[in-house]
């Protein structure tokens, strides 16, 4: 019997090492071995085959995945990194299984991210196609106009990114603070937009990732209830199957447009080329050949 195949990105990230976007990083780097070689990128592995990151063994995770709500203060890299960022995630939490973050929240911003150690889930929230919401608190540096709620709310164009934010919910709380909510994740992209208003945002909260609320205190954590357990996998469940119908569509329309392109440049290549007759009026005839001749026995 034939042992299964698995993506050696994948089984990283089945083990509940990290993410398969980070897997590949760590392969590409050479920091992966399996039974003493260091693979290229794309290498499939079996159960029985010694897979290692720096030495230290992987093995597949059986036991339940981990899911946890952390409410990240300022200060705090989301990196799993050790080596690189003293104030890094892994190590402020200190969490007795090996865990990583679900996307970013940057160093000077606040507030819920999502911790597991199932590598599988993390494409399925982190992809923007889904429009998963996220939902922020924000106080800025001056009075909030009506101005800048439609601004922020309608999409601004971020001319170092270059990209236009998608429209969003906005709505002002008091004369500093808004409450905003995306589905996109652009670097900074809270921050980049009130700069491009002359705003400077001083606090910035992220209270709720699609059905998970946040309600730990600053630097604790909790476990996924069953219910907003069950609920997330419906929810990504639900936002895989219009992302794949979508990119089903898409093929199927850029395929009919290539066809659509080679048809017509087929068709005008043939009209191009010289019909039978078009070359038969094209040459000359006898008596055109000849009279240039006559011509010129005349002259003389």
């Known amino acids: 019997m034939e042992e299964k195949l698995t993506r050696l990105n994948k089984y990283l990230s089945e083990a509940g ?29 079996t159960p029985s085959d010694v897979v290692a990151v720096d030495g230290e063994i992987i093995k597949t995770n059986t036991e339940k995945p981990i899911y946890l709500a952390f409410n990240k203060p300022v200060g705090i890299v989301c990196t799993t990194d050790t080596n690189v960022e003293k104030d890094n995630i892994i190590d402020y939490i200190n969490y007795p299984k090996r865990i990583f973050p679900i996307g970013r929240l940057d160093k000077l911003s606040d507030g819920l991210i999502f911790m597991t150690d ?42 170092d990114l270059d990209r236009t934010t998608k429209k969003c919910s906005v709505k002002k709380i008091d ?39 946040l309600d730990v205190p600053v630097g604790e954590y ?22 794949e119908a979508k990119t089903a569509k898409e093929n199927t329309t850029r395929i009919s447009k290539a066809s659509k392109e080679r048809q017509t440049r087929d068709t005008t290549e043939y009209k191009s080329e010289p019909s039978r007759e078009d070359l038969k009026q094209e040459q000359p005839t006898r008596e055109n050949r000849e009279r240039p001749i006559r011509n010129r026995r005349k002259e003389d």
């Open 17 to 45: 090492f990290c993410s398969r976007r980070e897997g590949d990083k760590l392969i590409d780097a050479g920091r992966v071995t399996i039974n003493g070689i260091v693979p290229e990128m794309g290498t499939k592995v």
């Open 118 to 159: 199932d590598g599988d889930i993390v494409n399925k929230i982190l992809r923007a196609s889904n429009n998963h919401d996220k939902e922020y608190l924000v106080t800025v540096d001056k009075p909030i106009s009506q101005t800048f709620i439609n601004r922020m709310a309608s999409g601004i164009y971020l001319e």
């Open 175 to 213: 004369s500093h603070t808004f409450r905003i909510i995306l589905t996109q994740g652009l670097n900074r992209q809270i921050r980049r937009m009130c700069e491009y208003l002359t705003y400077e945002v001083t606090s910035l909260r992220r209270v709720r990732i699609m059905n998970v609320k």
């Open 222 to 243: 909790r476990e996924f209830t069953e219910k907003e357990l069950k609920t997330l996998h419906l929810l990504l469940e639900d936002s895989t199957k219009i992302h």
